[in-house]
């Protein structure tokens, strides 16, 4: 087994891997559907989206591991770091295909993210880190296509039979307690927001329930309350279901140090 | 899964670049429209084969009927004089 490596973590390297992390872990999760989807069709989409994710992912984590300047790449920061190094959202780390979630709870996670990530991508582009800008202006026109990916099965299934709607109901439920995070600021926010990294969190609240109110009226689909809990992900501390999903991703790099295709 | 539960059938059509034409290049299944459209761009354009996609649903082509391939289609074998190939060109026209 290879040793987990430690980060130099300034503020901005937090703010850029908490995005990053956010879709290396989404991708994660939505590549389990691989050979799983209720579809042959959507199988492929799902992918699609995870392999999209990766790769914006993939351009982030290079770039930090540049601004970390330890001569870590892009391979060691996604695959041997301990799990408290590790800042995505708990949204994203939750299983998707156990524990009572299904297909539901993945198109609802699926729009939940496009509907943060695409008012960041649009903030980042004014960013005063050249390479996240450029790295935003790419990543906006795949997380548009996902939006309306995702938003249109929330629809489908939010207004479609009595047990789609009874599934995508109980998935809202399940999910909503996990969104307060998305927009909940810190020290690290305020920095980036100070500096001209990137928008805080706080600043996507608005835009995304802007995104989300047509889709959940469309969805008959109703806007729960704002809720009392607030995970702690984007900080390091995750749930239980984060040691099992980085035991399987990172293995492969575990058992085969530096393995490359 | 019972058959007649399953989504229709669409065939998919792509057009590799403006000005060429969309060429059939599968199908699948999708619930409607829409989804075909997102579909066939997930299944059939993942390494750049195109710029625009048709869909259309598969039982509303009208096919010949292979049985009468024999009469629609065998009797061109000898018409050799449709082929536009006894005329000369004016070299300005050469490249037409």
């Known amino acids: ?261 | 899964m019972n058959p007649s539960n399953e989504w229709p059938l669409w065939e998919v059509f792509v057009r590799a670049k403006a000005g060429l034409d969309h060429k059939h290049c599968g199908s699948l299944h999708a619930p409607d429209a829409q989804a075909a459209v997102q579909l066939a761009r997930d299944v059939y354009t993942r390494r750049q084969e195109g710029t625009s996609v048709w869909v259309v649903r598969s039982n509303q082509i009208v096919a010949s009927d292979p049985g009468d391939k024999a009469m629609l289609f065998d009797p061109m074998e000898d018409k050799v004089y449709r082929h536009p190939t006894f005329y000369v060109l004016p070299l300005a026209v050469d490249h037409l």
């Open chain 1, 1 to 261: 087994m290879t040793a987990s490596i430690a980060l130099t973590l300034t503020a901005d390297l937090r703010y850029l891997l908490r995005i990053a992390d956010t879709g290396l872990v989404h991708a994660q999760r939505l590549a389990e559907w691989c050979g799983h989807a209720p579809v042959l069709e959507e199988d492929i989409a799902l992918a699609n989206l995870g392999l999209d994710l990766l790769g914006q992912a993939r351009a982030l984590l290079a770039h930090a591991a540049k601004l970390e300047g330890s001569g870590h790449d892009e391979d060691a920061l996604a695959f041997l770091r301990d799990e408290r190094d590790y800042f995505n959202f708990t949204l994203v780390e939750l299983p998707l295909r156990r524990g009572g979630a299904d297909f539901a709870d993945t198109q609802l996670r699926c729009l939940f993210v496009a509907a943060w990530l695409l008012p960041l991508w649009q903030g980042l582009g004014t960013s005063r880190d050249r390479d996240l800008a450029a790295i935003a202006g790419k990543a906006a026109k795949e997380t548009r296509y996902h939006l309306a990916h995702a938003a249109d099965w929330v629809v489908r299934l939010g207004d479609g039979s009595d047990e789609s709607m009874r599934r995508m109901r109980a998935a809202l439920a399940r999910a909503w307690p996990y969104g307060a995070e998305l927009f909940d600021d810190d020290e690290v926010d305020a920095a980036a927001a100070e500096s001209g990294l990137g928008p805080r969190a706080s600043a996507l609240r608005e835009p995304w329930l802007q995104t989300l109110r047509p889709v959940f009226a469309d969805a008959q689909l109703t806007m729960p309350a704002a809720s009392a809990f607030t995970s702690r992900g984007k900080r390091g501390v995750h749930s239980e279901h984060m040691g099992p999903l980085l035991a399987e991703m990172q293995s492969l790099q575990r058992a085969f140090p530096g393995g490359v295709w």
